[in-house]
Protein backbone atom coordinates (compact mmCIF):
# COMPACT_ATOMS: atom_id res chain seq x y z
CA UNK A 1 0.00 0.00 0.00
CA UNK A 2 2.19 3.02 1.25
CA UNK A 3 5.02 1.16 2.76
CA UNK A 4 7.73 1.92 -0.22
CA UNK A 5 6.75 5.55 -0.30
CA UNK A 6 7.26 5.68 3.61
CA UNK A 7 10.39 4.25 3.75
CA UNK A 8 11.53 7.14 0.69
CA UNK A 9 9.77 9.59 2.68
CA UNK A 10 11.28 8.76 6.18
CA UNK A 11 14.59 6.62 5.66
CA UNK A 12 15.60 7.04 9.49
CA UNK A 13 12.67 5.20 10.29
CA UNK A 14 13.46 1.69 9.18
CA UNK A 15 10.83 -0.63 10.97
CA UNK A 16 8.23 -0.03 8.68
CA UNK A 17 7.17 -2.95 6.17
CA UNK A 18 4.86 -6.06 5.65
CA UNK A 19 4.30 -9.80 6.84
CA UNK A 20 1.89 -12.01 5.75
CA UNK A 21 -0.44 -13.95 8.13
CA UNK A 22 1.10 -13.20 11.68
CA UNK A 23 1.78 -9.36 13.29
CA UNK A 24 2.68 -8.66 17.13
CA UNK A 25 2.02 -5.70 19.13
CA UNK A 26 4.90 -5.66 21.74
CA UNK A 27 4.22 -3.62 24.87
CA UNK A 28 8.78 -3.06 25.80
CA UNK A 29 7.66 -1.94 29.44
CA UNK A 30 8.92 -4.57 31.94
CA UNK A 31 5.99 -4.07 34.41
CA UNK A 32 3.44 -4.92 31.71
CA UNK A 33 1.13 -7.88 32.39
CA UNK A 34 -0.07 -7.31 28.87
CA UNK A 35 2.82 -7.78 26.80
CA UNK A 36 1.53 -9.00 23.36
CA UNK A 37 -1.06 -9.27 20.80
CA UNK A 38 -0.56 -11.41 18.45
CA UNK A 39 -2.85 -10.55 15.07
CA UNK A 40 -3.40 -13.67 12.43
CA UNK A 41 -4.95 -14.63 8.92
CA UNK A 42 -4.27 -10.90 7.16
CA UNK A 43 -0.84 -9.30 5.35
CA UNK A 44 -0.12 -6.48 7.14
CA UNK A 45 1.68 -3.41 7.08
CA UNK A 46 3.36 -1.92 9.96
CA UNK A 47 4.33 1.24 11.05
CA UNK A 48 7.63 2.03 13.29
CA UNK A 49 6.18 3.43 16.36
CA UNK A 50 8.99 6.04 16.47
CA UNK A 51 7.33 8.12 14.31
CA UNK A 52 4.21 8.67 16.41
CA UNK A 53 6.55 8.99 19.51
CA UNK A 54 8.93 11.74 17.36
CA UNK A 55 6.22 13.83 16.73
CA UNK A 56 4.36 13.45 20.53
CA UNK A 57 7.86 15.10 21.52
CA UNK A 58 7.70 17.99 18.69
CA UNK A 59 4.66 19.00 19.83
CA UNK A 60 5.41 18.40 23.48
CA UNK A 61 7.80 21.35 22.56
CA UNK A 62 5.59 23.42 21.03
CA UNK A 63 3.28 23.15 23.81
CA UNK A 64 0.70 21.39 22.04
CA UNK A 65 -2.65 20.46 23.15
CA UNK A 66 -2.83 17.61 25.26
CA UNK A 67 -4.37 15.24 22.60
CA UNK A 68 -1.20 16.19 20.88
CA UNK A 69 0.66 14.55 23.08
CA UNK A 70 0.09 10.96 23.34
CA UNK A 71 0.41 7.65 21.65
CA UNK A 72 -0.20 4.22 21.42
CA UNK A 73 1.43 1.32 21.38
CA UNK A 74 1.04 -0.08 17.74
CA UNK A 75 -0.45 0.42 14.44
CA UNK A 76 -1.02 -1.30 11.15
CA UNK A 77 -3.11 -1.05 8.11
CA UNK A 78 -4.47 -4.23 6.30
CA UNK A 79 -6.25 -4.07 3.10
CA UNK A 80 -10.24 -5.61 3.02
CA UNK A 81 -12.15 -6.96 0.52
CA UNK A 82 -13.53 -2.87 -0.31
CA UNK A 83 -11.54 -0.64 1.97
CA UNK A 84 -8.23 -0.49 4.01
CA UNK A 85 -8.29 -0.36 7.48
CA UNK A 86 -5.55 1.18 10.04
CA UNK A 87 -5.78 -0.84 13.11
CA UNK A 88 -4.24 0.95 16.24
CA UNK A 89 -3.68 -0.66 19.89
CA UNK A 90 -3.29 -0.25 23.05
CA UNK A 91 -2.09 -2.32 25.63
CA UNK A 92 -2.58 -2.06 29.39
CA UNK A 93 -1.71 -4.20 32.04
CA UNK A 94 -4.61 -3.80 34.64
CA UNK A 95 -8.14 -2.27 33.87
CA UNK A 96 -8.71 0.84 35.36
CA UNK A 97 -11.86 3.11 33.61
CA UNK A 98 -9.27 6.24 33.93
CA UNK A 99 -7.06 4.19 32.13
CA UNK A 100 -9.51 2.78 29.86
CA UNK A 101 -10.58 6.77 28.75
CA UNK A 102 -6.88 7.78 28.27
CA UNK A 103 -5.98 4.51 26.07
CA UNK A 104 -8.93 5.85 23.64
CA UNK A 105 -7.11 9.26 23.55
CA UNK A 106 -3.76 7.80 22.86
CA UNK A 107 -5.44 6.15 19.81
CA UNK A 108 -7.24 9.15 18.83
CA UNK A 109 -3.89 10.75 18.85
CA UNK A 110 -1.95 8.43 16.97
CA UNK A 111 -4.56 8.55 14.48
CA UNK A 112 -4.13 12.45 13.86
CA UNK A 113 0.26 11.86 13.79
CA UNK A 114 -0.26 8.75 11.09
CA UNK A 115 -2.79 10.42 8.97
CA UNK A 116 -1.12 13.85 8.74
CA UNK A 117 2.36 12.04 7.86
CA UNK A 118 0.29 9.64 5.34
CA UNK A 119 -1.33 13.01 3.78
CA UNK A 120 2.25 13.60 2.45
CA UNK A 121 1.99 10.30 0.06
CA UNK A 122 1.14 10.26 -3.74
CA UNK A 123 -1.57 7.38 -3.04
CA UNK A 124 -3.01 8.38 -0.23
CA UNK A 125 -6.69 9.09 0.38
CA UNK A 126 -8.25 9.57 3.73
CA UNK A 127 -11.86 8.59 2.80
CA UNK A 128 -10.21 4.82 1.53
CA UNK A 129 -9.20 4.06 4.96
CA UNK A 130 -11.90 2.68 7.86
CA UNK A 131 -10.35 3.29 11.43
CA UNK A 132 -9.93 1.10 14.19
CA UNK A 133 -8.73 1.25 17.62
CA UNK A 134 -8.46 -1.71 19.98
CA UNK A 135 -7.85 -1.60 23.80
CA UNK A 136 -6.63 -4.59 25.75
CA UNK A 137 -6.88 -4.87 29.36
CA UNK A 138 -7.65 -7.30 32.24
CA UNK A 139 -11.53 -7.56 31.93
CA UNK A 140 -13.84 -4.93 33.33
CA UNK A 141 -15.57 -5.77 37.07
CA UNK A 142 -18.88 -7.78 35.99
CA UNK A 143 -20.95 -5.64 38.63
CA UNK A 144 -21.84 -2.63 36.58
CA UNK A 145 -22.83 -0.36 39.17
CA UNK A 146 -19.54 -1.19 40.45
CA UNK A 147 -17.91 0.35 37.35
CA UNK A 148 -19.93 3.19 37.40
CA UNK A 149 -18.54 4.05 41.58
CA UNK A 150 -15.20 3.17 39.98
CA UNK A 151 -15.35 5.75 37.28
CA UNK A 152 -16.73 8.41 39.17
CA UNK A 153 -13.35 7.52 41.25
CA UNK A 154 -11.02 7.59 38.86
CA UNK A 155 -12.13 10.53 36.44
CA UNK A 156 -12.38 13.78 37.16
CA UNK A 157 -16.23 14.88 37.69
CA UNK A 158 -16.02 18.22 35.41
CA UNK A 159 -18.55 18.70 32.83
CA UNK A 160 -16.17 18.26 29.44
CA UNK A 161 -14.91 14.30 30.92
CA UNK A 162 -19.13 13.54 30.74
CA UNK A 163 -18.66 12.40 27.73
CA UNK A 164 -15.84 10.37 28.48
CA UNK A 165 -17.38 8.75 31.55
CA UNK A 166 -20.33 7.87 29.28
CA UNK A 167 -17.25 6.37 26.59
CA UNK A 168 -16.14 3.82 28.78
CA UNK A 169 -19.17 2.88 30.63
CA UNK A 170 -20.17 1.85 26.30
CA UNK A 171 -17.14 0.35 25.66
CA UNK A 172 -16.92 -2.02 28.76
CA UNK A 173 -20.64 -2.87 29.32
CA UNK A 174 -20.87 -4.37 26.25
CA UNK A 175 -20.89 -8.42 24.74
CA UNK A 176 -17.32 -9.40 23.77
CA UNK A 177 -16.57 -7.70 20.35
CA UNK A 178 -18.97 -5.13 20.57
CA UNK A 179 -17.44 -1.98 18.88
CA UNK A 180 -18.57 1.54 19.90
CA UNK A 181 -18.33 3.90 16.84
CA UNK A 182 -17.24 7.62 17.94
CA UNK A 183 -16.93 10.73 15.79
CA UNK A 184 -14.69 13.33 16.57
CA UNK A 185 -17.32 15.54 18.02
CA UNK A 186 -17.83 12.96 20.73
CA UNK A 187 -14.12 13.23 21.76
CA UNK A 188 -14.08 15.49 24.73
CA UNK A 189 -10.39 16.01 24.03
CA UNK A 190 -10.82 17.68 20.41
CA UNK A 191 -13.11 20.44 21.97
CA UNK A 192 -12.15 23.87 21.05
CA UNK A 193 -8.92 22.79 18.83
CA UNK A 194 -8.75 24.11 15.24
CA UNK A 195 -8.63 21.11 12.90
CA UNK A 196 -9.72 20.85 9.59
CA UNK A 197 -11.81 17.54 8.53
CA UNK A 198 -9.31 16.07 6.96
CA UNK A 199 -7.07 16.16 9.83
CA UNK A 200 -9.59 13.69 12.13
CA UNK A 201 -11.01 10.41 11.13
CA UNK A 202 -15.06 10.36 9.63
CA UNK A 203 -15.43 7.98 12.68
CA UNK A 204 -13.52 5.50 14.89
CA UNK A 205 -14.47 1.94 15.64
CA UNK A 206 -13.78 1.31 18.94
CA UNK A 207 -12.86 -2.12 20.93
CA UNK A 208 -11.96 -3.38 24.62
CA UNK A 209 -10.90 -6.82 24.75
CA UNK A 210 -9.97 -8.43 28.00
CA UNK A 211 -6.87 -10.25 28.28
CA UNK A 212 -7.64 -12.97 31.05
CA UNK A 213 -5.02 -13.74 34.34
CA UNK A 214 -2.68 -14.76 34.00
CA UNK A 215 -2.28 -14.49 29.95
CA UNK A 216 -0.05 -12.05 29.06
CA UNK A 217 -0.49 -12.61 25.64
CA UNK A 218 -3.69 -12.64 23.03
CA UNK A 219 -4.11 -14.16 19.72
CA UNK A 220 -6.62 -12.01 17.32
CA UNK A 221 -8.35 -12.87 14.09
CA UNK A 222 -7.72 -10.00 11.96
CA UNK A 223 -10.84 -11.44 9.49
CA UNK A 224 -13.30 -10.59 12.23
CA UNK A 225 -13.29 -7.13 12.28
CA UNK A 226 -12.54 -6.33 8.41
Known amino acids: MFCD ?9 NN ?3 VRNTYTVHESSSNSKVKD ?10 FDTKIAKDLTAFFQNAKANEIFRLDCDG ?6 DNHKYLFLNE ?9 IYHASNQIVSTYIKLNMILNLLPNYRKKDIKVKGFIFSRPAPADKNHLRDLHRKSIDKRKQDAKGAELVLRLCCKKKQDK ?18 NALFDELELYHIDVKEPN ?5 DTSKFL
Not at 75 to 80: C, I, S
Open 180 to 197: VIIKPSQCPKLKDIPLGN
Open 91 to 99: LKSTFDSAD
Open 75 to 80: AFLVQG
Open 37 to 46: VIWINSCFQY
Open 16 to 18: IGY
Open 5 to 13: DFKDLLPLY
Open 216 to 220: TSITM
